[in-house]
């Protein structure tokens, strides 16, 4: 059974850009949720996709968006990227209880 | 919404130790995992424990929800078991995780 696949694994953006991030979560699980992990704040929720519906939001400003599709595949848009945005984010899955995560996609930005 | 403390921050061991790692959850809770993060960031999930005992091999978890602590024991430890191990609990109506600040192992050979 394939795990959760984050693509790209490392990216490299300027200030100002935008940035979308891919995860396909696990087969059969409906929920992917999205988080951003920095040395500072630590691991900080960001959102919560269900049936393409997003269920839950963490406290992140409107700068950062996601989607979910059909095939419960996830997208998460980072615009007008700063340089604090500089982090893994990670993408887990689950059937409902526990989280399964995704090897992350570590964005740098400069 | 739910706090999430664990304790050591840092752990320092030899091979062949013996660890208990703590977490320490502000309400009761229905979803409590362990995890571990490798060097190359992947969060490995170790353990679905909202209660209970479990064991894996040379880990166990024990969760006392009335108590609201969660152990995780790492017997005989190995330098592949150094890295930071989080604890993530959600409560009440959010099924969704809290993170601790996790605690940091370096396993020295």
């Known amino acids: ?110 | 919404g739910i706090q999430v403390e664990q304790s050591p921050p840092d752990l320092i061991l030899q091979e062949g130790a013996n660890s208990t790692l703590r977490c320490n959850f502000s309400d009761s809770v229905n979803n409590l995992q362990w995890f571990h993060q490798n060097p190359w960031g992947q969060l490995i999930n170790l353990f679905y424990i909202p209660s209970g005992t479990k064991q894996n091999g040379r880990l166990s978890a024990t969760t006392v929800a009335t108590e609201r602590y969660s152990l995780l024991y790492i017997s005989s430890s190995q330098t592949t078991d150094s890295g930071v191990y989080f604890c993530a609990a959600a409560s009440g109506g959010s099924y969704i995780p809290t993170f601790g600040r996790g605690t940091s192992l370096i396993v020295h050979p």
């Open chain 1, 1 to 110: 059974k394939a795990g959760v696949t984050q693509t790209p694994r490392y990216l490299i953006k300027t200030r100002g850009q935008q940035v979308t991030l891919s995860c396909s979560p696990i087969s059969g699980h409906r929920s992917v949720s999205w988080y951003q992990q920095t040395p500072g704040q630590g691991l900080q929720f960001l959102f919560e996709y269900f049936s393409e519906t997003q269920r839950n939001k963490g406290n992140f400003p409107g700068r950062f968006s996601g989607r979910q599709f059909s095939n419960s595949r996830s997208e998460m848009n980072v615009s007008t990227l700063e340089l604090g945005d500089s982090a893994l984010y990670l993408c887990a899955s689950s059937p409902g209880g526990g989280y399964t995560f995704g090897s992350g996609t570590r964005l740098t930005v400069v």
